[in-house]
């Protein structure tokens, strides 16, 4: 199985959003606080296609999944 080392960056493009430091800065303090009991897919912030990409990274332990972990802890 290929663990590329995706970087934060990298996971914000691949969901189609800016990569830039600042929009993710931004981002994460905009969304975080989401509940203990809600998982990150199932967040209001997602739109289907970003949703199903982090439930799928997560479900199939792919390579992404060590960086959707990481945006998960700190959307919290």
């Keep these: 199985m290929d ?3 995706h970087t934060l960056a ?3 493009a691949q969901l189609g959003l800016d990569n ?3 929009y993710i800065n ?11 009991d809600v ?3 199932n967040a209001a ?3 289907p296609a970003q949703a199903d ?10 390579d992404w999944a060590e960086v959707v972990d990481s ?3 700190l959307l919290r």
Excluded: M
Excluded at 53 to 62: G, K, M, P, R, V
């Design 3 to 5: 663990r590329s080392n």
């Design 10 to 12: 990298c996971l914000f």
């Design 20 to 22: 830039k430091d600042t």
């Design 26 to 36: 931004d981002f994460i303090n905009k969304n975080k606080g989401i509940p203990a």
């Design 39 to 41: 998982h990150l897919a």
């Design 45 to 47: 912030i997602w739109n």
């Design 53 to 62: 990409f982090l439930t799928q990274a997560i479900l199939e332990d792919s």
């Design 71 to 73: 945006l998960d802890n």
